[in-house]
């Protein structure tokens, strides 16, 4: 039969070679980019991140002058200097709030999709396991750096708003102009999305056993605090460098002059075996899967 | 889209689904049991079972959403699941119910799952999906979000997304369930003109009256196992017929049909006779049983006066009934 003899399904006639697939296939990755930052949800998380510079700098504006070397790095330098909210709010947010927002998307990307029901509609489409699964991951790796990087903008637009902006010291000594500051905020913001790469893999794992995705972005936000308590233990010192926040902090390198990158490349290896080995987790897993969802 | 159009990747196939002692074991529970179904290209195949007899199974299998234990399923002439890349964009399906985003309108959620496969056009994703919801007849709620659809309107949607593309099989699982009356008509008209166009349709279904209208072929399935399968007419005939003597000469009536090797029995009386009925087991297909016209003639020149003749066939429902077991009873 051919379809272009009849009216009716004339909308329908470009698509007849079903047997040549076209191009990359990038359409399902925007359509993920879309679904992911189009969802009220995903707003709200970044909200919810943006709130935390927002409240940082409100505090610092109300209260009188911070006296030097209390509450974390750099607060005592914001009422000087509005660029240190996105400083000290890209520390503040690392040890719980990043990881928790990430653990959220990470842990949604194939159990909420099971759990929706639409997994199944999106194989049989047929979107080809692997291709989805690289593509739910790259929709979580787009999260981790649209986080930081929520954080680090929106403190250095309230900061600007509330306080004077000027030359930036480096932990090094040295002195940058705003421009490059910002710059810098920018770099850290990469830095952070890097870091949460292996904590999206594992949340990518997770999210491969269950159907229900609340349990697999729990667990996801576990592992994050537990990997950061045992990096706590001194007794478990031969074990830190393989922990996966093990590098989490270690974004001061940045804020020298000039740039060491040493604990940019460290970390991102350290990254790389995570999304390797739990990529390699996930893929197993999913590949063999039956989806009865 | 047709399969014997020769382009490349495309085939010519005798039957449209063939699986060979499919099976599928969760632990120690066999839900599907060494299944042969064949689907003749063209047909609309009604597939019928009681819930948990393994319907749903077997489609996620012929789907290759989930494994087999054992068997091989052959979908359009290619192996599936290994050929799923082939065989699936030309398939399009309705899975144990609709599912959709809710957050998303109809149409983004047609425009989503249209993205997943690289096999759509792109260039053509908005006419396509358009079209399919003005045959499901959504186009007025293409804009509204999904979660606020009924879930005759979830169904549509889900029986739209399986007309995305052209297809060559459809399978669509329960595609009445939560429609009302029009509703069902309308699935009923939908599935009919798709099969004048060449489709082979594949319907799961527990409503035998809808399978009666529909379907051309049908196979039945009782706790993993199919019971029967074939032409809907041969399903029917296999079952047993009866004949039934309206007479006010009984006792002539029944010695003629025992000599005709029949087995009559004495039914309640009407008020225009007693009734004498026979059970006619596999009706015209096999040469030892009489025909009908042959008991009438038989009856006559015995003197007996015929004043009511009737061959009650089975229903389908008494069919499936009898393959299947009672009510709650269901073989499990």
């Given at each position: 039969?051919?379809?272009?003899?009849?009216?009716?399904?004339?909308?329908?006639?470009?698509?007849?070679?079903?047997?040549?697939?076209?191009?990359?296939?990038?359409?399902?990755?925007?359509?993920?980019?879309?679904?992911?930052?189009?969802?009220?949800?995903?707003?709200?998380?970044?909200?919810?991140?943006?709130?935390?510079?927002?409240?940082?700098?409100?505090?610092?504006?109300?209260?009188?002058?911070?006296?030097?070397?209390?509450?974390?790095?750099?607060?005592?330098?914001?009422?000087?200097?509005?660029?240190?909210?996105?400083?000290?709010?890209?520390?503040?947010?690392?040890?719980?709030?990043?990881?928790?927002?990430?653990?959220?998307?990470?842990?949604?990307?194939?159990?909420?999709?099971?759990?929706?029901?639409?997994?199944?509609?999106?194989?049989?489409?047929?979107?080809?396991?692997?291709?989805?699964?690289?593509?739910?991951?790259?929709?979580?790796?787009?999260?981790?750096?649209?986080?930081?990087?929520?954080?680090?903008?929106?403190?250095?637009?309230?900061?600007?708003?509330?306080?004077?902006?000027?030359?930036?010291?480096?932990?090094?000594?040295?002195?940058?102009?705003?421009?490059?500051?910002?710059?810098?905020?920018?770099?850290?913001?990469?830095?952070?999305?890097?870091?949460?790469?292996?904590?999206?893999?594992?949340?990518?794992?997770?999210?491969?056993?269950?159907?229900?995705?609340?349990?697999?972005?729990?667990?996801?936000?576990?592992?994050?605090?537990?990997?950061?308590?045992?990096?706590?233990?001194?007794?478990?010192?031969?074990?830190?460098?393989?922990?996966?926040?093990h590098y989490w902090l270690g974004f001061g390198d940045l804020l020298r002059q000039p740039l060491?990158?040493?604990?940019?490349?460290?970390?991102?290896l350290l990254q790389a075996g995570y999304v390797a080995v739990f990529g390699a987790l996930a893929?197993?897993?999913?590949?063999?899967?039956?989806?009865?969802? | 889209?047709?399969?014997?159009?020769?382009?490349?990747?495309?085939?010519?196939?005798?039957?449209?689904?063939?699986?060979?002692?499919?099976?599928?074991?969760?632990?120690?529970?066999?839900?599907?049991?060494?299944?042969?179904?064949?689907?003749?290209?063209?047909?609309?195949?009604?597939?019928?079972?009681?819930?948990?007899?393994?319907?749903?199974?077997?489609?996620?299998?012929?789907?290759?959403?989930?494994?087999?234990?054992?068997?091989?399923?052959?979908?359009?002439?290619?192996?599936?699941?290994?050929?799923?890349?082939?065989?699936?964009?030309?398939?399009?399906?309705?899975?144990?119910?609709?599912?959709?985003?809710?957050?998303?309108?109809?149409?983004?959620?047609?425009?989503?799952?249209?993205?997943?496969?690289?096999?759509?056009?792109?260039?053509?994703?908005?006419?396509?999906?358009?079209?399919?919801?003005?045959?499901?007849?959504?186009?007025?709620?293409?804009?509204?979000?999904?979660?606020?659809?009924?879930?005759?309107?979830?169904?549509?949607l889900g029986i739209a997304n399986a007309l995305l593309s052209p297809r060559e099989l459809l399978?669509?699982?329960?595609?009445?369930?939560?429609?009302?009356?029009?509703?069902?008509?309308?699935?009923?008209?939908?599935?009919?003109?798709?099969?004048?166009?060449?489709?082979?349709?594949?319907?799961?279904?527990?409503?035998?009256?809808?399978?009666?209208?529909?379907?051309?072929?049908?196979?039945?399935?009782?706790?993993?196992?199919?019971?029967?399968?074939?032409?809907?007419?041969?399903?029917?005939?296999?079952?047993?017929?009866?004949?039934?003597?309206?007479?006010?000469?009984?006792?002539?009536?029944?010695?003629?049909?025992?000599?005709?090797?029949?087995?009559?029995?004495?039914?309640?009386?009407?008020?225009?006779?007693?009734?004498?009925?026979?059970?006619?087991?596999?009706?015209?297909?096999?040469?030892?049983?009489?025909?009908?016209?042959?008991?009438?003639?038989?009856?006559?020149?015995?003197?007996?006066?015929?004043?009511?003749?009737?061959?009650?066939?089975?229903?389908?429902?008494?069919?499936?009934?009898?393959?299947?077991?009672?009510?709650?009873?269901?073989?499990?």
């Open positions: 039969m051919s379809s272009s003899l009849r009216p009716e399904t004339l909308g329908t006639a470009g698509a007849t070679d079903a047997a040549a697939p076209r191009g990359l296939g990038l359409s399902l990755l925007w359509s993920e980019l879309r679904v992911l930052f189009g969802r009220r949800r995903t707003w709200a998380l970044l909200l919810a991140l943006a709130a935390i510079p927002v409240l940082i700098a409100v505090a610092v504006r109300l209260s009188s002058a911070v006296p030097a070397g209390r509450g974390p790095a750099f607060l005592d330098r914001i009422s000087q200097n509005g660029l240190f909210v996105a400083f000290t709010a890209m520390l503040v947010s690392v040890p719980l709030f990043l990881p928790l927002t990430v653990g959220v998307v990470a842990g949604d990307t194939i159990a909420g999709e099971a759990n929706l029901g639409t997994l199944r509609y999106l194989l049989v489409a047929p979107a080809g396991r692997v291709r989805l699964l690289l593509v739910k991951y790259a929709g979580a790796l787009a999260f981790c750096l649209a986080a930081p990087l929520t954080v680090g903008l929106a403190g250095a637009a309230i900061g600007a708003a509330l306080f004077p902006v000027g030359p930036v010291t480096l932990l090094s000594g040295d002195v940058i102009e705003p421009p490059q500051a910002a710059l810098r905020i920018l770099l850290i913001a990469a830095y952070l999305a890097v870091s949460l790469a292996g904590l999206s893999a594992v949340g990518l794992f997770l999210s491969t056993l269950t159907v229900v995705p609340v349990g697999a972005m729990a667990a996801t936000v576990v592992v994050s605090v537990v990997s950061q308590v045992l990096d706590q233990l001194p007794q478990l010192e031969w074990l830190h460098p393989w922990l996966f926040s060491l990158w040493d604990s940019f490349t460290g970390n991102a893929y197993g897993r999913f590949v063999t899967k039956d989806i009865l969802s | 889209m047709t399969a014997a159009a020769g382009g490349p990747g495309s085939r010519t196939y005798g039957l449209t689904i063939e699986t060979k002692g499919l099976t599928k074991r969760f632990g120690h529970q066999v839900a599907v049991n060494a299944l042969d179904l064949a689907v003749p290209q063209g047909a609309v195949f009604g597939f019928l079972g009681p819930n948990g007899s393994g319907k749903t199974t077997t489609i996620r299998m012929l789907l290759g959403l989930a494994a087999a234990s054992a068997g091989t399923i052959e979908l359009l002439g290619m192996e599936m699941p290994s050929q799923f890349r082939e065989v699936l964009p030309r398939v399009g399906a309705l899975v144990e119910g609709p599912a959709f985003y809710p957050f998303l309108s109809g149409s983004a959620n047609l425009h989503r799952l249209d993205a997943a496969t690289r096999h759509a056009a792109p260039g053509t994703r908005k006419a396509r999906v358009d079209h399919a919801l003005e045959r499901v007849g959504l186009s007025h709620a293409a804009g509204k979000r999904v979660h606020a659809y009924s879930l005759g309107m979830k169904q549509r399978v669509l699982d329960e595609p009445t369930n939560g429609l009302d009356p029009q509703g069902t008509r309308e699935v009923r008209n939908l599935v009919r003109s798709l099969a004048a166009d060449g489709t082979t349709v594949f319907v799961s279904s527990h409503l035998l009256a809808e399978v009666e209208q529909i379907c051309t072929h049908a196979a039945v399935m009782s706790a993993g196992r199919l019971v029967a399968q074939g032409p809907l007419p041969d399903l029917r005939r296999s079952g047993s017929a009866r004949i039934r003597v309206v007479t006010p000469d009984a006792g002539p009536a029944t010695s003629a049909l025992a000599r005709l090797g029949l087995a009559p029995e004495p039914a309640p009386a009407q008020p225009d006779g007693q009734v004498v009925t026979a059970a006619l087991a596999g009706l015209g297909a096999d040469m030892g049983r009489p025909a009908p016209e042959d008991i009438v003639a038989h009856l006559v020149a015995g003197g007996v006066r015929v004043r009511g003749f009737a061959v009650e066939r089975e229903s389908l429902e008494d069919r499936f009934v009898a393959l299947t077991g009672e009510g709650f009873d269901v073989v499990q």
